[in-house]
T-cell receptor
Framework: KQEVTQIPAALSVPEGENLVLNCSFT??????LQWFRQDPGKGLTSLLL?????REQTSGRLNASLDKSSGRSTLYIAASQPGDSATYLC????????????FGKGTKLTVNP | KAGVTQTPRYLIKTRGQQVTLSCSPI?????VSWYQQTPGQGLQFLFE???????NKGNFPGRFSGRQFSNSRSEMNVSTLELGDSALYLC?????????????FGPGTRLTVL
């Protein structure tokens, strides 16, 4: 059974800092991993999708890496801003070929001005 | 291109009532999944539909049901509401089964059961 863990559960940083959010998963037979952002009371916004054949994906100040063999992904946020404050969730398919996503509990990020 | 829409955005019901939530996927997407999000359990998978067929179902009681129409719009129904059904219900839209699919979520329906 696929399980996803995100560490830390919460993170508070000053504006301008570079930071790393971690995601680990138990079953490495995944074909992609997706990072989402969720603002309080809102839906999920897709940030990055990494295919199993890729090791990295970048969008603006965000860079996500994937190491299937170790069951880990990291989301790197450069030059953080107060607008980056949100909960960040990673998700993987529950088993090969399934579209059902298994989510971590998320990392709640606060960027202080 | 319009995103995923969910209606209604907010609902207040009492125990024992039933409720129907609606989701319209992104144009061209044929698959819809539903998730329940609560503070204690996080995001939990309810069901997945592709071309009007339920492909996967999560571990929820039979009070939770869903369907998908020929235009890919989907509805989920919860009967005999319980206090524990209070949650944010999220719908995800994606192109279709068999491809590595990026999933796009709607704004959710906030259901409160009194």
């Amino acid at each position: 059974k696929q399980e996803v863990t995100q560490i830390p559960a919460a993170l508070s940083v000053p504006e301008g800092e570079n930071l790393v959010l971690n995601c680990s998963f138990t079953d490495s037979a995944i074909y992609n991993l997706q990072w989402f952002r969720q603002d309080p009371g809102k839906g999920l916004t897709s940030l990055l999708l990494i295919q199993s054949s890729q090791r990295e994906q970048t969008s603006g100040r965000l860079n996500a890496s994937l190491d299937k063999s170790s069951g880990r992904s990291t989301l790197y946020i450069a030059a953080s801003q107060p607008g980056d404050s949100a909960t960040y969730l990673c998700a993987v398919p529950s088993q090969g070929g399934s579209e059902k996503l298994v989510f971590g509990k998320g990392t709640k990020l606060t960027v202080n001005p | 291109k319009a995103g995923v829409t969910q209606t209604p955005r907010y609902l207040i019901k009492t125990r024992g009532q039933q409720v129907t939530l609606s989701c319209s996927p992104i144009s061209g997407h044929r698959s819809v999944s539903w998730y329940q999000q609560t503070p204690g359990q996080g995001l939990q998978f309810l069901f997945e539909y592709f071309s009007e067929t339920q492909r996967n179902k999560g571990n929820f009681p039979g009070r939770f049901s869903g369907r998908q129409f020929s235009n890919s719009r989907s509805e989920m129904n919860v009967s005999t509401l319980e206090l524990g059904d209070s949650a944010l219900y999220l719908c995800a839209s994606f192109r279709g089964a068999g491809d590595p699919n990026e999933q796009f979520f709607g704004p959710g329906t906030r259901l409160t059961v009194l």
